[in-house]
């Protein structure tokens, strides 16, 4: 059965969805967008993916293109239409289409585009893949300066995605003046005699909503957190390494460029704050 999407103002369904050729997310990469995962049904961080949209458009001279509480019922209503148990909603938001190409802005009262869709994913909290672990390789970071903003310039990471498909592991690490930044559309962490490394918020990295929400349940459990840049000669020599997303929550990573990390088999910690966060997201979920 189709899905139903919504596309500036109507719930449709996809093979009825249409967005102009004109559209500046399609011609200029002009625009930003956010996952939220669902888990029993229910939206997990919707408020600070909210508050991240709203920063992301801010940044790039864009408003919200509603309150986040219509963004709300929005996501509560593609939930229910598709009958989304686990999973996640994909929503974009673009400078809109001013009726033709140019590089300069449109007029500020050009109405944006604003795109939201579901992605069903039975299993997504009791993923095989988290018990087993998953293995990255290194890359050169080569995207432009400002990846605290999550736009949909998504070509390099894209790129870094089949890069590792193509030498046989699951991801790729993004590595800038020797040290790691991110990886290809998660945060990266290492765990060494205890304590949890992860590089410092910046205009270096994207502020992951779950990102926060880790490290804040780390600390509420007593772990020692360390924000600062790591090399991957330190992450192949970690005890553990994991990344968190809002689609994985947190996984771990057991091998880095060809090199073992610690057992080869995901550790206590990494396991241990994956538990944390799902049991607290699901009880903090609406």
Do not use: C
Request: proline letters at 5%.
């Amino acid at each position: 059965m189709s899905r139903i999407v919504y596309v500036n103002g109507d719930y449709v369904p996809e093979d009825e969805a249409k967005v102009s050729i004109f559209d500046r997310g399609f011609l200029m990469a002009d625009g930003v967008y956010e996952v939220t995962s669902v888990l029993g049904g229910k939206l997990i961080d919707f408020d600070g993916h909210a508050k991240r949209l709203e920063r992301s458009l801010t940044e790039l001279d864009m408003a919200m293109p509603m309150s986040a509480d219509d963004l709300l019922a929005i996501h509560r209503e593609l939930v229910a239409k598709n009958g989304i148990d686990e999973g996640m909603i994909y929503l974009q938001v673009t400078r809109g289409a001013p009726g033709d190409r140019d590089f300069a802005f449109p007029p500020e009262d050009t109405p944006l585009t604003v795109v939201l869709f579901t992605h069903n994913k039975p299993g997504l909290a009791d993923s095989p893949v988290a018990k087993q672990g998953i293995k990255v390789i290194s890359i050169e970071d080569i995207r432009w300066g400002r990846r605290d903003i999550k736009t949909v310039q998504l070509l390099y990471p894209s790129m870094g995605k089949m890069m590792a498909k193509k030498a046989g592991v699951d991801d790729a690490w993004m590595v800038e003046d020797g040290a790691v930044t991110e990886g290809t559309s998660n945060n990266a962490y290492i765990v060494k005699n205890g304590t949890i490394i992860t590089r410092q918020l910046s205009t270096d990295i994207l502020h992951g909503i779950t990102r926060a929400a880790v490290l804040r349940f780390a600390a509420e459990a007593q772990m020692k957190v360390e924000e600062r840049p790591f090399t991957i000669e330190e992450a192949q020599n970690a005890d553990e390494a994991f990344i968190t997303s809002a689609s994985t929550f947190v996984m771990p990573v057991v091998e880095v460029d060809g090199a073992t990390v610690g057992t080869g088999r995901p550790g206590p910690v990494a396991a241990r704050l994956r538990e944390i966060y799902l049991e607290e997201s699901r009880n903090a979920a609406i």
